[in-house]
Each structure stands twice: as structure tokens, then as C-alpha cells.
């Protein structure tokens, strides 16, 4: 039983009340009391008003359901006039720009990588912080953005020759970077500063310098013998390293030993969908690591065959300018905070003797922490313009954006903050929000600093949505059909006309393939090429390798076009990606698909559940690892759900995989000291049990969430690990 303490109108779990109030609450500006108050005032006014919108959620659900089942073919004008008249679709607003202020140059004028971590993990969590800058050399090593053949075998000794490769490909890049007047730097012998310009010696020993010699900002030791040289190209910067008696600068004619590549402009610590947080102990922990990347605090200690250090965040960069002034670059990405959405509650307070919104939770306390980077009570500044920043996701339509508004709003208020310091990102990942994307910008346009699409919740609400309508389309093929490009490009052509550019962030979605480095060096650079001045990223190496498409798009050139067409995606978007065919799937294929499903389910599942690990790669049926999260989890169970519903498949079926499935799952873990089988006796497994909940009641899920299914299960899970 948890035991709670009462802090004005609420019950508080000791530990987090403990942690509010020795460490988040001192240097707040903020008392105790005045904070407990003003918490229980945002409660007692806004838990109706979150009642009320999920009541709307399921009502509007239940609405379309029904329409569903009596319209088995969807016309479309009667369509749309069905979705108005229950005020699904809404009428847009007139037109207007967002009026945001005190926007970092990260979010409002650069486009780059966005990193997303689990807050959670500290250790990766100080990684991404840290990821602002990384190496291009190690990025292209690592990966296999370098094939391995003749040779180039990707070794943990250096391989030379691979290491030559890596050479090859990271100076090419630097051609696209950096032009040079003549020549290439592929064929560089030395780079030394002259005159103000950067001269760079070639093989023939002729000399050339910068195309653009504006690029050069600075460097770092002896301007004739520089131990860096700092470049800028679109926005971005690039510092060139030299050291002659490093492993690589030793062996290269230039003393280069590496490209040092400005990537993760800006980082999502996530408490939501990477993260299992389910009662007190697990939101601390959240709460504290949040503080201690605020307050620049955070330390983890490292144990590596390479040697033992401690990772804590980096300094920033120092530099001269060619006029001998002393500057300096951010060192660490900029943070946004992503709190979770208006659905779930969570017991760690009670209000009026029931767990609170959770959503209400976050805001509240990531709030009061990030507060201490506005006092500059940190090591280091986080936002230097002055402002919070939270993404919040899953939202439905534009009521639930105003919702956040006045939340923010009256967070402020109970923080005194001042008006409009609390940023808001909306994730563009629910249908309801992607058909009424510009009254939703509008809820919250003097907050609103980004629009992102989240197509994988997104793909996941799409099934949910028109669950009664027929057979959904394989998973891979649901990507292909004419909604997700039309979102896609909405989302950019929406952002862009409610006057996002130059004030806000407009991103793009995940790459979930986190060891496919080649292939998102080939497919990732449509994001930066629809317009969008950030995209999202599993890793750091992944936000290295992405921040090069930056170096070969302008987004920022991009932008007129799109507010001069006239694009209207709406028709399309609402065109469900049903399966066009039935009989055009063998009942292999329908096998492979239900088995491709039940795998990702339960490999993500037994993680979250039974080790409290909220994202993982999982292998896919090829063996490829994929990033999964709440977001995939959902997909996956709503797909097996909407052909269970249809009779493609039979529940006898659905068994038999999750059987094999779940002996294969703990066969791909078998390496793991701390994993916990669901074989062989899986109707005891708290996981197994989870994951078939999540399938066979997957109809009933609100709006297919697998959050209220995950939580209760973990919840078991450490009930029962506490009584072992
Ligand atoms: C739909 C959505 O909402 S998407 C957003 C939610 N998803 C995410 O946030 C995904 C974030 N990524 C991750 O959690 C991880 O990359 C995973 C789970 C996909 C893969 O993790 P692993 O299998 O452990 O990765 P892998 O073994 O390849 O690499 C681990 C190393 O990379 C680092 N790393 C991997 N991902 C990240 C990350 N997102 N941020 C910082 N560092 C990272 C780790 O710190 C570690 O390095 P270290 O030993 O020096 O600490
Ligand atoms: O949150 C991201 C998504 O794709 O969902
Ligand atoms: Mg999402």
C-alpha cells in the first residue's frame, strides 16, 4: 500500500514530496506552501475540464465507430459532413501568425537534428545532452555508412583501411561543406590560417582557400598551427581537428584527426513513450534526473573495455577569431522536456483521494525544475532566450491544445513565471489534430514553438480511428498510401503559414532503424527537403550522420515555395489506407505479418513490463533491430486487433505465434543477465499476459493506447518482484 503525505488539498508519496521539497523546491523562488497551494488550484480546476475531454474523446470515438460499421465504403463529401457535424472536423480559423518571443536560435533560425532519450536512462540521457557535437569519423566508422568489403571491416582494433574509407567519405563531405576555390579536400596535405584565410595545401602543393571564405569563424592554439579550425555553413558549425601525434592525424599528410560535426541542435528528454513510469518511485527518478540536467548535477560513472570515467554534461567550446577575441559555442543540445499526455494518472498524488492527471503532474514539477535554468541556478544556461520548453504529445483537435494553454498558463501563475515562458511543442500524431492542424497552432499560438510529426502514434491513431471500416493494409504498405504523404506535407505547408519560420521548430518523425545508417543517409534527407527545420533521431551517431543533410539542403530556401502554393491535403488525409484486396494475401502472408507483429509486441513488452525499459531495439523477422516504443507497441496491437475484428486472422492463430514468438523472444535476449523469460510457462508471464491484452482488447483500448495496459502490468510486475 503507498503511504502519502498531505501537502495542502493533496496526498503526496513520501519520496517525491521529499524530492520536491529538498531538492526542487530550494533556490525556486518558489515557498512550499504557496507551491502546494497552487498546485491543488490547478487540480481542483482543471481535473474537470480533463474528464470532460476524454469523455469527448470516446464519445466522438464511438460516433465514428458506428459510422463506420454502416458506411462500408466512406463517400467522401458525406464523410467530411459527418466528421463536422459531430465537431471532429472543425472549422479553421482565419488566418494568423503564431506570436511566440524569447525563441533560441536552436529552435527558431537553425535547422538540425533532434535527439530523443529516454530522461529515465542517465547515462543516455548526459549522452544526448552531450550530443551537440560528435565525431564524423567515429559516426562513419561505427556504421555502415561505410560498407565493409575489401577489407573494411568494421573491427573494435582500428582498422586502417577501413579508417582510410572513413577518411575518404568524411572529406568528401566536407567538399559539400566547405568548397574549396580549387581542388579538394580529399587531396589536402595541410590547413593553416593566412591573411585571415584559411589556405589549404594540396597534393601538387598548389594552394586554395575557401569558396566562400566567410565561412571561416575562428580556431583554436596557434593560428600557424591550429589544433582546430571552426567553419559555419548553413547555420551550422564544423570544426576541423588536428593533432600529429594522434593514431589518424599522425598517419594523415594534413594532421587531421578528425571532423568534429555540430548535430543534435536541440534534444527531447522524454518522460513519455520511451520511458515506463509508473508510480512514485519511477516519476522521482524522472524528476531527478530532469534537476540534475538542469542544474547541470548529473554525473554517471562509466566502466568501458577502454577505461573507467565519469560522464557528466560537456563545457562549451572555445574559440579565437581571426581578429584574436575570445568566443565561445554551445557545448550541450538544447532541451526540451516531453511530458506525457492528458490520458493517464498516475497514484504518486492523490487529489480529492484519486491519482492525478499525470499530465497535470509534469507540467507542474518539470516546470518548477526548469525554472532553476531562468535563474541561472545551473552550471550551465539551458535556454538563453529565457523560456521552458515542453513538447506535449497525443493530443486530440484544439480544445486539447487549449487545455495545455491554460495548464501552462496557470503553471506560470503558480511558479511565477513570467506569461508565456512555458514553450509548447504539439506533436502533430492524432488524426483530430492532424485534420484541424491550424486551430490547433492557434490554441497556442503565443506558446507554440513547435509542430512535429509523429507519424508512428500517428499511423497507430489512423488504425484506431477507422478500427470498423474494414481490414487495415499490410504495415509496410499502410507508409505507402496517399494519407501519410499528405499529412506529412500539411503539416509543413500549416506550420509555414501560421508564420512558424524564423519562430518555431517544424519537424519530422523518427528514424526507427537504428543500426540502418546507409539507408537513412539515402531516405532522411526528404525531411530537410519538405521544409522542416529538424527531424527526429534514435542516437547521437544517427544526429551526426543526419546533421549532413542540413550541410546539403537550405531549408530555410525552401520555405517560400510552400507559402506560395496552395496545397490542401485534407481529402487524402482522410482517406484510409485500407487493404485494397483481400484475396491478393496468401495465408503466408498474413502468417508472416501477424507473427512480424506479435514479435515486435512481445519483444518490446517483456522489457517494459518485466525491467521497467520503456524503448528497445527489437529484431523484426529479417533480424533487423528496430526502435520500439509506446507509439510502435500501439501499431502493432491495433494492427493485430483491426484483422483479428475482420477475420483475417482467428484468435487459435493469434496464440500459436505469441507462443513461438515468445520462445524466440527470450532465445534474443538470452544474453541478458537481468532478463526475465515468459517461457515456459507463459500464462504466468506478466508480460505474455500484457501483450495479449493488448491484442485481444485491443478494440477497447481508448484510442488504442497501450499505456492503461503497460502501467497495470508493470504495476503487477513490481508488486510481485518486491514479494519474491
Ligand atoms: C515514437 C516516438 O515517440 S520516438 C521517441 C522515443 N524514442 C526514443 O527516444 C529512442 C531513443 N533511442 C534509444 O532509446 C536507443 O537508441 C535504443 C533503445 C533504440 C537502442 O538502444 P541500445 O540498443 O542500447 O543502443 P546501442 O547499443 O546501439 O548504443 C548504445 C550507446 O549509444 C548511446 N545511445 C543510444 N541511443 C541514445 C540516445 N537516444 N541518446 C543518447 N545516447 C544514446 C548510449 O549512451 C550508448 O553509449 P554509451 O555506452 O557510451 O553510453
Ligand atoms: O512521438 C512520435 C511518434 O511518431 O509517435
Ligand atoms: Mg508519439
Not at 79 to 93: D, M, V
Not at 363 to 383: C, E, F, M, P, W
Not at 548 to 575: E, K
Request: charged share 20%; aromatic share 6%; net charge negative.
Amino acid at each position: 500500500m503507498q503511504q502519502y503525505i498531505q501537502r495542502e488539498q493533496l496526498q503526496v508519496a513520501p519520496q517525491l514530496a521529499a524530492f520536491i521539497e529538498e531538492q526542487a523546491l530550494p533556490g525556486s523562488e518558489v515557498a512550499p506552501t504557496e507551491f502546494w497551494a497552487g498546485f491543488s488550484n490547478i487540480l481542483a480546476q482543471l481535473t474537470p475540464v480533463n474528464d470532460a475531454l476524454l469523455a469527448k474523446r470516446d464519445l466522438l470515438q464511438q460516433k465514428i465507430d458506428a459510422y463506420c460499421q454502416s458506411h462500408p465504403t466512406l463517400e467522401p463529401v458525406s464523410y467530411k459532413a459527418f466528421l463536422q457535424e459531430i465537431g471532429y472536423l472543425e472549422t479553421p480559423p482565419a488566418d494568423f501568425s503564431i506570436t511566440t518571443d524569447n525563441v533560441d536560435d536552436e529552435v527558431a533560425t537553425m535547422a538540425g537534428p533532434q535527439l530523443v532519450v529516454p530522461i529515465n536512462n542517465a547515462r543516455f540521457a548526459l549522452n544526448a545532452a552531450n550530443a551537440r557535437w560528435g565525431s564524423l569519423y567515429d559516426a562513419a566508422y561505427g556504421t555502415d555508412v561505410i560498407p565493409e568489403d575489401n577489407g573494411a571491416t568494421r573491427t573494435k582494433e582500428y582498422n586502417p583501411a577501413r579508417g582510410q574509407k572513413v577518411i575518404q567519405y568524411a572529406r568528401k563531405w566536407l567538399d559539400v561543406i566547405a568548397p574549396l576555390t580549387n581542388g579538394s579536400h580529399t587531396t589536402s596535405q595541410g590547413y593553416d590560417i593566412t591573411s585571415g584565410q584559411l589556405v589549404v595545401t594540396l597534393a601538387d602543393a598548389s594552394t586554395a582557400t575557401l569558396s566562400h571564405p566567410s565561412q571561416l569563424l575562428g580556431f583554436i592554439g596557434d593560428k600557424n598551427n591550429p589544433s582546430a579550425i571552426l567553419l559555419q555553413h548553413n547555420g551550422l558549425h564544423v570544426e576541423l581537428q588536428f593533432d600529429r601525434t594522434h593514431q589518424i592525424g599522425q598517419s594523415d599528410p594534413s594532421g587531421m584527426k578528425d571532423i568534429l560535426v555540430e548535430s543534435a541542435l536541440t534534444t527531447i528528454m522524454d518522460c513519455e513513450d520511451s520511458v515506463a513510469a509508473v508510480d512514485a518511485e519511477d516519476k522521482t527518478l524522472v524528476y531527478q534526473n530532469w534537476l540534475g540536467l538542469i542544474k547541470g548535477t548529473l554525473e554517471v560513472s562509466l566502466s568501458k573495455p577502454s577505461g573507467s570515467s565519469v560522464r557528466r554534461l560537456s563545457a562549451d567550446r572555445n574559440y579565437t577569431t581571426l581578429t584574436g577575441k575570445s568566443f565561445s559555442l554551445n557545448g550541450r543540445s538544447m532541451m526540451f522536456v516531453r511530458n506525457v499526455g492528458h490520458l493517464m494518472t498516475n497514484d504518486a498524488i492523490l487529489f480529492q483521494g484519486k491519482p492525478i492527471y499525470e499530465g497535470i503532474m509534469d507540467a507542474v514539477i518539470t516546470s518548477l525544475i526548469a525554472k532553476h535554468d531562468l535563474l541561472g541556478n545551473g552550471q550551465y544556461r539551458n535556454s538563453k532566450a529565457g523560456s521552458i520548453y515542453i513538447v506535449k504529445p497525443k493530443m486530440h483537435g484544439s480544445e486539447e491544445v487549449a487545455f495545455a494553454d491554460t495548464l501552462f498558463s496557470q503553471v506560470e501563475d503558480a511558479l511565477a513565471l513570467p506569461k508565456n515562458t512555458l514553450k509548447m511543442g504539439i506533436m502533430d500524431e492524432e488524426r483530430r489534430t492532424s485534420v484541424n492542424l491550424k486551430a490547433c497552432i492557434n490554441a497556442a499560438k503565443a506558446r507554440a514553438v513547435f509542430i512535429n510529426t509523429g507519424f508512428l502514434d500517428r499511423t497507430g491513431d489512423e488504425i484506431h480511428t477507422s478500427m470498423h471500416l474494414g481490414p487495415f493494409a499490410l504495415k509496410a504498405e499502410i507508409k505507402q498510401q496517399p494519407w501519410l504523404t499528405a499529412y506529412e506535407l500539411a503539416n509543413v505547408k500549416i506550420g509555414v503559414d501560421a508564420g512558424m519560420s524564423g519562430k518555431a521548430q517544424i519537424g519530422k518523425g523518427m528514424w526507427p532503424i537504428p543500426d540502418n545508417m546507409a539507408d537513412m543517409m539515402q531516405s532522411k534527407t526528404n525531411h530537410p527537403q519538405s521544409g522542416a527545420n529538424t527531424a527526429w533521431v534514435p542516437s547521437p551517431t544517427a544526429a551526426t550522420l543526419h546533421a549532413l543533410h542540413y550541410h546539403q539542403i537550405d531549408v530555410f530556401s525552401l520555405r517560400n515555395p510552400i507559402a506560395s502554393n496552395n496545397f490542401d491535403g485534407l481529402d487524402d488525409i482522410l482517406t484510409v489506407p485500407l487493404l485494397a484486396d483481400r484475396s491478393s494475401l496468401s495465408e503466408q502472408d498474413i502468417q508472416r505479418e501477424l507473427d512480424n507483429n506479435v514479435q515486435g509486441i512481445l519483444g518490446y513488452v517483456v522489457r517494459w513490463v518485466h525491467q521497467g525499459i520503456g524503448c528497445s531495439k527489437v529484431p523484426d523477422i529479417n533480424n533487423v533491430g528496430l526502435m520500439e516504443d509506446r507509439a510502435t507497441l500501439r501499431i502493432s496491437s491495433q494492427h493485430i486487433a483491426n484483422w483479428l475484428l475482420h477475420g483475417l486472422i482467428n484468435e487459435a492463430q493469434i496464440n500459436d505465434s505469441m507462443l513461438r514468438m515468445a520462445q524466440l523472444v527470450d532465445e534474443q535476449n538470452s544474453s541478458d543477465k537481468e532478463y526475465i523469460p515468459m517461457m515456459p510457462d507463459p500464462i504466468e508471464s506478466i508480460a505474455f499476459q500484457a501483450a495479449q491484452e493488448l491484442i485481444l482488447q485491443g478494440t477497447e483500448q481508448p484510442n488504442g493506447y497501450t499505456e492503461p495496459v503497460l502501467h497495470a502490468k508493470r504495476r503487477e510486475m513490481k508488486d510481485k518482484l518486491v514479494t519474491q
